[in-house]
């Protein structure tokens, strides 16, 4: 999306175009809050914004989210919190994902493979590589309410990573979903690329659609108004049981070093 802001009750939603994803700063009269960071070339993206649409520092920031590791969404974290002082909340198993020399191996994919996706999007090609470890100062459990923004509520929704966040708030009905659909073509919604846990995804999209958000929040891609498709759910669930193609198989198979995959699936019941 490009940048643009929409009207709340409570706050306003800025939408900054990101390097490969959208991110999205909260403005609350006490505050401001980062809905994932974007990569770490996307700080100077967000200082820009700060600056020339709200006037301020990114100073006011209050808390930045890291929905998950992957460096489209965590990379500017860090640097954040150097510059500004702006604490880190994440899922409390987050540094478990690029641990080890599986998990510094799979980081460097990662990072690789964002810049390829930034190059298929006709991005210039721009730093990705960052700390692999974001040591969140708020660790999150699921029905967490968040610190400083209690009207956002944690719900752990696993299957594209082990970790994966989604918030929903409540009085606007509003979900941020991050990777858990993507939206890059409008009208037709894909599942992310990899999914790593097939039989979890199924369950945090069904957990999803239980809460019934009326508009989605993705990172990739256009808001959702669910209302306008009532089969999205059930198109989601048709999506993961097809197999892969090859293209898929491919990023999947780029996408298995971290630690956390294999003790996961060493649990017969879990390799799916
Ligand atoms: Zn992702």
Same mark, same amino acid.
């Given at each position: 999306? *490009? ?7 409570? !706050? ?14 909260? *403005?609350?009269?006490? +505050? ?14 967000? *200082?820009? =914004?700060?600056?020339? =649409?709200?006037?301020?520092? @990114? ?10 590791? $992957? @460096?489209?969404?965590? +990379? ?14 994440? =899922? $409390? ?20 493979? &964002?810049?390829?996706? &930034? $190059? ?9 590589? !960052?700390? @692999? ?38 009085? *606007? ?20 690329? /990899? ?33 306008? =498709? ?12 097809? /197999? ?29």
């Amino acid at each position: 999306m *490009e940048n643009c802001r929409f009207t709340f009750a409570d !706050f306003t939603l800025h939408v900054i175009k990101g390097y490969i994803c959208n991110i999205f700063l909260l *403005e609350y009269p006490h +505050g401001l809050l980062l809905l994932d960071s974007g990569s770490i070339n996307d700080v100077k993206r967000i *200082e820009k =914004y700060c600056l020339k =649409y709200l006037g301020c520092s @990114p100073s006011k920031i209050k808390l930045t989210i890291v929905s998950h590791m $992957h @460096p489209d969404h965590s +990379g500017g974290a860090n640097t954040l919190r150097e510059k500004y002082h702006i604490p880190i909340t994440a =899922y $409390h198993t987050i540094d478990n994902w690029y641990s080890g020399i599986g998990g510094r191996l799979q980081h460097k994919l990662d990072c690789l493979m &964002a810049q390829s996706v &930034a $190059h298929k999007q006709h991005r210039r090609l721009e730093k990705t590589l !960052f700390n @692999p470890l974001i040591n969140p100062d708020y660790p999150l459990y699921d029905g967490d309410f968040l610190p400083f923004f209690p009207d956002w509520q944690v719900l752990h929704v696993p299957g594209h990573t082990l970790h994966d966040i989604a918030l929903f708030n409540k009085k *606007e009905n509003i979900m941020y979903i991050a990777d858990i659909i993507v939206n890059l073509k409008k009208d037709k919604f894909v599942l992310p690329l /990899p999914v790593l846990f097939r039989d979890k995804m199924s369950a945090s999209l069904k957990r999803l659609e239980n809460i019934g958000a009326s508009l989605l929040l993705p990172a990739h891609g256009s808001f959702i108004k669910t209302d306008e =498709y009532p089969n999205l759910y059930s198109d989601m669930q048709k999506l993961l049981s097809k /197999p892969p193609s090859n293209f898929e198989r491919r990023i999947y198979l780029l996408s298995i070093y971290s630690p956390e995959i294999w003790k996961e699936k060493k649990q017969p019941h879990n390799f799916k």
